[in-house]
């Protein structure tokens, strides 16, 4: 039993180590999280001011959005118009998609997404009813997200097209922090 093991050391000291032998590569890293991950919450505020039935408003709005999958966001925002004229505010749900996977890829990246507003105008006025559509590009540095792209807002109902333009086309501003 001894002599077995003597030549049993004797051997395995004698094989030469195997040149091919590959230490396996390690695990890949995973991805950087970006402000458009699957279960990442947004919240927005926003002002303006602007024109409507030949008065002029000051606007303020907010609004939430949740990332139900990898770029695709689900959202809802409210705004309210102040002004001399009828009451008017807005109720507005939408869905974007955001190239998610381009983050740190590409310089921008593009989104694109749809929405529904319902106007509710004071005075006895008809409230008014649109859809619509945006896209365009995004600036992400880090926490830093910018957005420029266009909107296009078609009324879809009491639009008469002898007296109002039912399409409007706006630009489409996203300036946000991500945290």
Not at 23 to 51: A, H
Not at 53 to 72: M, S
Not at 100 to 117: E, M, R, S, T
Not at 142 to 147: D, E, N, R
Request: aromatic residues 8%; hydrophobic residues 40%; glycine residues 12%.
């Amino acid at each position: 039993m001894r002599a077995s093991l003597v030549v049993a050391s004797v051997l395995a000291a004698a094989l030469p180590a195997r040149a091919d032998v590959v230490e396996p590569p390690p695990p890949p890293e995973p991805p950087k999280p970006t402000p458009f991950d699957r279960g990442k919450l947004g919240v927005s505020v926003g002002g303006g001011t602007q024109t409507q039935l030949g008065v002029h408003y000051i606007a303020i709005g907010a609004g939430i959005g949740y990332f139900v999958l990898d770029g695709v966001q689900l959202g809802v925002s409210g705004l309210h118009e102040f002004g001399d004229g009828p009451s008017i505010s807005k109720l507005s749900p939408s869905l974007t998609y955001i190239a998610q996977p381009l983050v740190g890829k590409w310089p921008v990246i593009p989104y694109a997404g749809g929405f529904y507003n319902h106007w509710f105008i004071g005075d006895n006025n008809p409230d008014l009813d649109t859809i619509g559509a945006r896209a365009g590009l995004m600036f992400v540095s880090g926490h830093l997200v910018l957005g420029l792209g266009v909107a296009v807002e078609h009324v879809v109902s009491a639009c008469n097209t002898m007296t109002t333009d039912c399409n409007s086309v706006y630009p489409d501003l996203t300036i946000s922090m991500a945290l």
